[in-house]
């Protein structure tokens, strides 16, 4: 099998922080044949279009993508379809990355910096299963119209059954590996699109006898997030509530820094991304924390290439370098020891 990686730094820290992810997988000697190219605004300034035809060809021609982060206040002023943004949403959709994977571990050494009481997070382990090319974020028609005299915007959720099946099946097929538990999310109180979204959801139970499937309100989870989180082992969600409740979910951790992405395909083609934004406060001076980066590298390895072992290598030795006291400024306690972002890097290519 080829081993290309498309590695797309982006905006903000995130050439720091893939540099170190980089330097991890070179580090392993797999034989990944790594190329680069622009996203968002750094392909916004270059070319005007944040996902320039040369990133297209190069990403669809990858088994996988690397990507750091998009976005800044920068290209905050900049129309609709020139912003960042679009250049990940394009991405996404363009190479039909319809599952995004975003657990929330607590690593027991970062337990004083979620703002739960420890005997409420100590142990936390959810993945969060959330559908990423459809919903309210692509629905059809969208837009900020005149109509009657007044200014009026307007946007479509909408799910097919399709749709709905195949993010489902990731779901139940993961909480097989884990816990054997799914929560499925919707408002089905309200919206029909996800009265659609818990049926289909039922109809799949037979196909996994061996996974109890629950159901939430979307309202409901967000609390529960926060009361009781270890409760839950899968949760599945559409677009839009899995982007807010996966934000949610990573600040139990303390440590959005932490917390490593998949995006992937039916293929296991798989765009890598850390949950964390481009952090342009922060930018080139060092300060960034590269972990959820390195983590997203050991995904790519794990659901791209299948090398669990090479997988479980980095994990490790992103504990080891928690465990011997290396910190970078958002997981920093007194007692620890502070490094940069290259220092970080570093230690964990020592740890390998
Ligand atoms: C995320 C981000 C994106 C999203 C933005 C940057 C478009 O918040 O990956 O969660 O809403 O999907
Ligand atoms: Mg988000």
Same mark, same amino acid.
């Given at each position: ?45 270059? =070319?005007?279009?944040?996902?320039? *035809? ?6 669809? *021609? ?16 900049? &129309?609709?379809? $020139?912003?960042?943004?679009?250049? /990940? ?34 142990? !936390? ?19 900020? *119209? +005149? ?12 799910? =097919? ?14 909480? $097989? ?17 996800? $009265? ?7 109809? /799949? ?10 159901? +939430? ?13 270890? $409760? ?7 677009? #839009? ?9 990573? #600040? ?5 820094? +932490?917390?490593?992405?998949?995006? /992937? ?24 924390? &590269? ?9 790519? !390895? ?41 220092? +970080? ?8």
């Amino acid at each position: 099998m080829s081993k290309k990686v498309c590695v797309l730094p982006g905006d903000g820290i995130g050439p720091e922080i893939t540099a170190e992810a980089v330097r991890v997988l070179n580090a392993l000697n797999l034989g990944f044949e790594l190329e680069s190219a622009l996203l968002g605004g750094a392909a916004v300034d270059a =070319t005007g279009n944040p996902y320039p *035809e040369a990133t297209q060809k190069l990403a669809r *021609e990858a088994d996988a993508v690397l990507l750091g982060a998009v976005g800044g206040p920068k290209w905050d002023g900049l &129309p609709r379809e $020139q912003r960042p943004e679009r250049g /990940l949403l394009g991405i996404r959709k363009d190479l039909n990355l319809f599952a995004n994977l975003r657990p929330a571990i607590l690593y027991p050494e970062l337990a004083n910096a979620s703002s739960l009481k420890p005997e409420v997070v100590s142990g !936390l382990d959810i993945l969060i299963v959330r559908e990423l090319t459809g919903d309210i974020y692509f629905g059809q028609p969208r837009g900020i *119209e +005149m109509r009657a005299g007044e200014r009026f915007g307007f946007n479509t959720m909408h799910y =097919t059954e399709s749709e709905i099946r195949r993010i489902g099946r990731v779901a139940f097929e993961a909480a $097989q590996k884990r816990g054997k538990k799914v929560c499925s999310v919707d408002k089905m109180n309200v919206l029909e699109t996800t $009265q659609l979204w818990r049926d289909v959801m039922n109809e /799949l139970v037979p196909e996994y006898p061996d996974v109890e499937l629950s159901h +939430m309100l979307v309202d409901n989870a967000a609390m529960q997030l926060v009361r009781a989180p270890k $409760q839950f082992d899968v949760l599945v969600t559409g677009n #839009m509530f899995g982007d807010i409740l996966s934000d949610e979910a990573s #600040m139990l951790t303390g440590s959005i820094g +932490m917390l490593p992405s998949a995006s /992937l395909d039916a293929r296991n083609k798989g765009l890598y991304e850390p949950s964390h934004g481009s952090a342009p406060d922060i930018a080139g001076k060092n300060l960034a924390n &590269p972990l959820a980066t390195i983590l997203s590298a050991a995904m790519l !390895l794990r659901y791209t290439f299948a090398l669990e072992d090479a997988a479980r290598q980095v994990e490790n030795a992103v504990k080891k370098v928690l465990a011997q006291g290396y910190r970078t400024g958002d997981i920093f306690e007194a007692g620890t020891r502070k490094v940069g972002t290259r220092e +970080m890097g570093d230690a964990v290519l020592a740890a390998l």
